[in-house]
């Protein structure tokens, strides 16, 4: 076990040393040189990418890393099937992507663009089920190195584009995607090759009916990967062919999603190691509720300074990150997206929870539910309120979501409503509150009254719940 968390905590130092890199500084800058109707064009596309990338593996990935992991012999006996059957789901994909772009009116200039991005999620997708073996051999280290491959090689490639000045011309929006492409693509063949010894051995037998399996075992974790998927990402979608000037609206937009993602990646890592930690609670009877509350208060620690500076400085912080393109606009557009921090806090330990007690129809209803209010709400408030009103939308949907995971939780468990426990929060909510107005009497640099609210965030944390925080991470990390 001590090994496991070695290992995870390995993973974790590369992608947070490698992804953040490549999020707010590589991509930013690209968005930051890019003609707005450029960069927002790039980010609609990729975004309508996503929308059928379930049709690339329903729940293969997750099936194989699965049987893998428990026989020995299943990887030499179904990788070329498998490999067969996510080939043909490829082509499906690509066709699929093609020609509903056609049907919803993608220009025959945005084409090349567009096969660019149906070709790296293609290879993604090859990439992530050969990590899966991987994992499932516990090659941890493999694969915390697989995982920031592609971007690290991204981040050296697309810095060279942008730092050398005779090449800096040459960047465009395919110029970017194709050097993510060459990382991904490295990628694959990385993972291929730690996985050659394996691979060698494969059997040339087929098995007719593992589509049937699989199908049969994975398709309800597909499905709600899938219409997780959709509520995240139709919004950038919709604001390109709902809204007179969609590529603009979504340049804005991205400018205040992509830090709403880097925040995100941090909270997706601690729910990665909370779902085999529940899975284990629950297995053995005991109870989950004080666990999952400090999950989410180490996770609400982080998410609600955020909210209050988000709020208070987002003019500041969105001029700081883009120079020549943030107004008052975007930086109201920043605030209400980091709003969704809590809500997607609650969503990462509770719906993790409910996850690994097997709830798995109910988080499928509660996300088609999820999706069609996000659709809705899109569809009304995009073409009045552009990019504004996605963030609303989003936002309504990740707090409609993330409550109801937390209702779920108290009413399957039966647990009982903490006052103590609330009444420690609103005191630090509120002192952290009246310090938004106080502190900058005492710092007059906004940088620096950033980090006094998160400081005084987590020495307030600490006074009132030193006990619990150290237990929690105890038993969350430390068994």
Not at 246 to 266: P, Q, W
Request: charged share 15%; hydrophobic share 55%.
């Amino acid at each position: 076990m001590r090994k496991f968390f070695a290992d995870a905590l390995f993973v974790q130092i590369l992608n947070l040393l490698v992804k953040p890199v490549w999020i707010l500084v590589i991509d930013r800058a690209v968005q930051n040189y890019l003609p707005a109707e450029a960069y927002g064009g790039y980010f609609s596309l990729l975004s309508f990418s996503f929308l059928f990338i379930i049709i690339l593996d329903l729940g293969i990935n997750t099936y194989n890393n699965r049987s893998v992991a428990v026989n020995d012999q299943f990887f030499a006996e179904h990788f070329r099937e498998l490999i067969k059957v996510k080939t043909f789901l490829s082509l499906i994909y690509a066709a699929v992507v093609l020609v509903i772009g056609w049907v919803v009116g993608i220009s025959a200039e945005e084409l090349p663009l567009l096969i660019l991005l149906i070709v790296m999620q293609i290879l993604t997708s090859f990439s992530q089920f050969i990590r899966s073996n991987i994992t499932a051999w516990h090659w941890f280290k493999k694969e915390g190195i697989l995982s920031v491959t592609d971007r690290f090689v991204a981040i050296i490639g697309i810095a060279a584009f942008l730092w050398i000045p005779d090449w800096k011309d040459w960047l465009n929006a395919e110029i970017f995607v194709a050097i993510q492409l060459c990382g991904v693509a490295i990628a694959l063949i990385l993972g291929l090759g730690y996985s050659w010894s394996q691979i060698k051995h494969i059997s040339k037998k087929t098995d007719s009916g593992l589509w049937r399996k699989i199908l049969k075992e994975s398709w309800p974790f597909a499905l709600l990967a899938a219409l997780m998927g959709l509520y995240t990402r139709i919004d950038a979608v919709m604001l390109k062919f709902l809204h007179t000037d969609g590529a603009l609206e979504t340049d804005v937009y991205a400018m205040g999603y992509r830090l709403l993602d880097a925040g995100n990646m941090f909270a997706a890592i601690l729910s990665g190691m909370l779902l085999p930690y529940f899975s284990r609670l629950l297995s053995q009877k005991n109870d989950t509720k004080r666990q999952s509350h400090v999950a989410y208060g180490w996770m609400f620690l982080g998410a609600a300074p955020i909210v209050f500076l988000g709020h208070r400085y987002g003019f500041q912080i969105t001029s700081f990150l883009y120079p020549d393109k943030a107004d008052a606009y975007s930086a109201n557009i920043f605030s209400l997206l980091m709003t969704v921090f809590p809500a997607a806090a609650l969503v990462f330990v509770f719906g993790a929870l409910l996850t690994a007690a097997g709830s798995i129809r109910w988080l499928n209803r509660m996300a088609i539910a999820s999706f069609i209010l996000n659709f809705s709400a899109n569809l009304i408030l995009i073409p009045e309120f552009g990019a504004e009103g996605a963030a609303f939308a989003t936002l309504s949907t990740q707090w409609f979501f993330g409550l109801a995971c937390v209702i779920r939780c108290y009413s399957k468990f039966k647990w009982r409503f903490d006052l103590r426990g609330m009444t420690y929060w609103v005191l630090w909510l509120g002192i952290l509150f009246v310090s938004i107005f106080y502190i900058p009497q005492i710092f007059p640099p906004w940088l620096i009254q950033c980090v006094a609210v998160c400081v005084l965030a987590v020495v307030l944390a600490v006074i009132f719940n030193l006990a619990e925080i150290r237990k929690g991470f105890r038993n969350i990390f430390g068994q």
